[in-house]
């Protein structure tokens, strides 16, 4: 008889209401113990960005004071670094705290897709692109597992707005869930096996994700082979009891005895399977075990290192969209004085609002980060209010300040009330006093260098035309002021490039007709054209393009080379060569895209499939090479993921609207046909392989109009039509022995299975 596991035995030996607490949890923040069988109690707390745990007041939307800990730039910021090695150094960072503040279980990262550039947590979110978002959440999970703690990649899925967000019915056809909105979790399950993956507070085609057996269990563990355990959002279960059987492991927080009694009451009454509660406490204990035996005996965290960790990340991260003339970097000690202005040169707008709202170690601001680099004269006006209110007086001072000055740095952004957890934008506009300071400053002194403080995008438009420079620093965690001061002064590079498009206008946005939804129901009826995949296939103009940003040195890129060893297996490499042509050190990312003109159903004109960052000496060059694998060329059909033999086009270079290399290989992977019904249409049957030759011998026993309809002259007319129509209209010179239902019967049980 095989030996049973120490968790196994401790199943088997809990009583039905041991187990059925267990998966309810004990309060806000634990699970519970179990302590007759040594069972501990495991501590979650928000992420992603920091560790937010509370000991004493508690929530779920930022509202309470947590213990001090490094608030790190948000995902908004780290994704546009396009570096999961940095990722992955933050997430040992996080790991680290968690340790130390006794975390078992550190809620994120979130690889949400910014479906809308309106979504109210897109701060939160990595990118528009599935890809890219799948990259950057792998390393920050391999990062906190590497120290014993548990992520948990949320919120799964297809979460992607805050307006009715715990109960808005998000409908969405298969193909655009697993093109667009699964991939970035299938990655990280697969390449960073979290321990958890919390499920959203939505429901997906009419059914909550906290009971989406289909989510939960075929797709999640199933085709992705998921571990771990499924954890929901806070308050996001509806039925204890169908959530069990539907895949979920554990609901958070504790209902007290509420659900506990609801999950026994069904096993009594035989509407649960015990054995399915059995399976979901195994996995809570089996994850758990697993941190535990995973630890070192002695963590520690420091928190001097992590803050200049967070200060080197919030450089790294940020973009520079504009750059007339060179203006930056400034010089530290050369020239006249520097006007700063702006209210967030004083109160920085670091982290953002709700559940990841992290009480940081230390802040430092940008005005006197600025005052300590440099031995040039710096003059300071607040220049407006968070609140808009009175502010004529504070742009009169502000102009004054900058007609004395001989550059003025002016720091604008979105203050928290206009982005948070809980609710979405409905603008992408900064607040007018803002966009009145800068026309009036831009009149006074057209030096001007705008820097950024904004969880979502903005629209840019009127910025760019006033101001020569534009930095974008997203929300860059606390020591976003001295990363401000070093970029500024040229002590680090803008190494950040756009991991989300900034349209033009909000009505260019691919969700506009289609956000927020109407009477409990949000349609994706954009489908899989969402960010760059619609600016391109819609050929819009866009403000700055996904993946742009700019350095203080130039790249060139030649000598690409395409590598399919087989070309009747979809999968090779790409050889980009990238020279550093400046005059300073810098960083680049390599972005490399696939497109399928020749595809038979309607695909984007390219898709990110591999991205490298590379630092250069100036002079430097080198050859960088990356993978394209299988699903780089596929989509999404009736039989699963699908390569088409025929043309692929490769393309590389520095952002999806800047792409100078150029390459096409040829597939000559195996064709796979459609698969044959009643339904199936004419052209169907003609381009099948068997069914071509079947329907050609029926054709022709039914007479002179059955083979003119089969006919390529008169395809383009029949060609749609249902094989049972063609049938129908065929019978008018067919034999009176032809009989249409027996025909089909016979042609399907000649089509050969592909």
Request: glycine share 10%; proline share 6%.
């Amino acid at each position: 008889m095989p030996e049973v596991s120490p968790i196994h035995r401790h199943v088997r030996s809990m009583t039905l209401e041991e187990k059925a607490g267990l998966v309810s949890g004990a309060a806000f923040w634990e699970t519970r113990a179990v302590e007759r069988l040594g069972i501990p109690a495991i501590t979650l707390t928000d992420g992603p960005h920091g560790v937010r745990l509370q000991r004493q007041s508690v929530d779920h939307l930022g509202i309470f004071a947590s213990e001090p800990a490094t608030s790190f730039p948000t995902a908004s910021a780290t994704g546009s670094s396009w570096d999961p090695e940095l990722l992955a150094e933050m997430g040992r960072a996080l790991g680290a705290e968690s340790r130390v503040l006794g975390v078992d279980v550190l809620l994120g990262p979130g690889v949400n897709i910014k479906r809308s550039p309106l979504c109210g947590r897109n701060f939160e979110y990595f990118s528009e692109d599935p890809f890219h978002s799948g990259a950057m959440g792998a390393a920050l999970v391999r990062g906190i597992e590497s120290q014993g703690v548990g992520a948990s990649v949320k919120h799964f899925a297809a979460n992607n707005q805050e307006t009715d967000r715990m109960r808005v019915n998000v409908e969405v056809d298969e193909r655009t869930l697993r093109e667009i909105y699964f991939p970035a979790f299938e990655r990280v399950v697969r390449d960073a096996r979290p321990s958890t993956v919390m499920c959203a507070y939505n429901r997906v085609n009419g059914v909550f994700a906290s009971q989406h057996r289909w989510l939960l269990t075929d797709v999640l563990r199933g085709d992705w082979g998921f571990d771990g355990y499924v954890v929901s959002d806070w308050g996001a279960v509806v039925d204890p009891p169908a959530a069990v059987e539907a895949g979920l492991d554990l609901e958070m927080p504790s209902t007290g005895d509420r659900s506990p009694r609801a999950i026994v009451a069904a096993v009594q009454a035989g509407e649960l399977d015990e054995a399915v509660l059995d399976q979901a406490v195994s996995r809570l204990l089996t994850v758990h075990e697993r941190l535990i035996q995973s630890r070192t005996a002695d963590v520690s965290a420091d928190f001097d290192e992590h803050h200049e960790l967070a200060r080197r990340i919030a450089a790294d991260s940020a973009v520079l969209l504009a750059n007339e003339s060179g203006i930056l970097p400034l010089s530290p000690s050369a020239g006249g004085d520097i006007a700063v202005i702006g209210e967030f040169a004083l109160t920085p707008r670091y982290q953002g609002a709700g559940s990841s709202h992290i009480n940081p170690t230390r802040l430092t601001d940008a005005l006197t980060s600025i005052r300590e680099a440099t031995s040039r004269a710096i003059r300071f006006a607040p220049g407006f209010t968070f609140d808009g209110e009175d502010d004529a007086a504070l742009h009169d001072q502000a102009v004054e300040v900058a007609a004395r000055s001989e550059v003025v740095v002016l720091f604008l952004g979105l203050p928290a009330s206009a982005e948070s957890e809980g609710f979405d934008r409905t603008h992408l506009l900064l607040p007018e006093t803002q966009r009145t300071l800068l026309r009036r400053v831009a009149e006074a002194n057209h030096r001007v260098v705008v820097v950024l403080s904004n969880g979502g995008v903005v629209a840019l438009g009127e910025i760019a035309a006033q101001a020569p420079a534009i930095l974008e620093m997203w929300l860059g965690g606390q020591a976003t002021g001295e990363a401000a001061a070093d970029l500024l002064f040229g002590v680090a590079e803008p190494g950040g490039r756009l991991a989300e498009t900034i349209p033009v206008a909000l009505p260019h946005t691919p969700a506009y007709i289609n956000w927020p939804g109407e009477n409990g129901v949000v349609r994706y009826g954009e489908g899989l054209y969402v960010g760059y995949r619609w600016y391109d296939k819609t050929e819009r103009e866009v403000g700055f393009p996904f993946g742009f940003g700019l350095g203080y040195t130039t790249f060139a890129y030649t000598d690409m080379k395409v590598s399919v060893p087989d070309p009747a297996h979809a999968s090779g490499s790409v050889e980009v060569t990238v020279a550093n042509t400046g005059d300073r050190s810098g960083a680049d990312v390599v972005q490399v895209y696939v497109g399928d003109p020749e595809s038979s159903v309607n695909r984007p004109v390219r898709e990110l499939k591999g991205f490298a960052k590379v630092r250069l000496n100036p002079g430097e060059r080198r050859t960088v090479r990356i993978d394209l694998d299988e699903r780089a060329f596929a989509f999404w059909g009736p039989s699963g993921w699908t390569v088409e033999p025929g043309v692929f086009v490769i393309e590389a270079g520095p952002n999806s609207r800047d792409l100078p290399l150029r390459e096409e290989v040829v597939l000559e992977v195996p064709a796979v046909a459609t698969i044959l019904d009643r339904n199936s249409t004419l052209e169907e049957w003609i381009r099948h392989p068997s069914g071509a030759k079947a329907l050609q011998g029926a054709m022709a026993a039914m007479g002179q109009m059955g083979g003119a309809m089969a006919s390529e002259e008169m395809l383009p007319l029949f060609g749609s039509m249902p094989l049972r129509t063609v049938l129908n209209f065929a019978l008018q010179s067919a034999p009176e022995t032809f009989d249409v239902d027996t025909a089909l019967g016979d042609l399907l049980a000649q089509v050969e299975p592909v």
